[in-house]
């Protein structure tokens, strides 16, 4: 059980002492006494101040849900770490050497292409002509420059 007691002042310079001339007169204003404290205080400490007013079992129970969430958070942020790790390294083991081999077969295909149609043009040079020959071409005469269509 709590037992009160009544603890008169001895001290007159506090404006809430119960002698009788300070109790009806008001020289003393609230404003002066509230520059007396101190402003050493910070945001943090009045935040940390405040925590009195939770009840302790809600404190608990936020307390254990922020440390299981970030909990969940860690342990999932490591393993999409690995995965993330695991997919870099077998795309650079075996993505870029294919990647490598398939830019090299293909110049080796358009090397290939480029050859043939170099054969198919040297054939064509060395083949005899496919047109008929026109007169007076082989009597040794120059021809001079023909337009076209005549």
Known sequence: MVKVQIVEEKESNSP???????????????SSVESDVSVDES???R?????DIVPPTTRHSI????SKTASFVKKSSKVIGNIVWV??????????????????EAKAVAQEKEML????GAQQMMAPSLYPSQPGA?????????????
């Open 16 to 30: 809430y002492a119960s002698s009788s001339s300070s109790r009806s007169s008001s020289s003393v204003s609230l």
């Open 43 to 45: 945001f943090f400490d």
């Open 47 to 51: 935040v940390a101040a405040l925590k």
């Open 63 to 66: 307390a254990t849900r922020i």
């Open 87 to 104: 997919i870099t390294t077998s795309a650079l083991l075996v993505g870029l050497p294919l990647a490598l081999v398939v830019e090299d």
């Open 117 to 120: 149609e170099q054969q198919q």
């Open 138 to 150: 082989e009597s040794g005469q120059p021809k001079g420059l023909v337009p076209p269509g005549f």
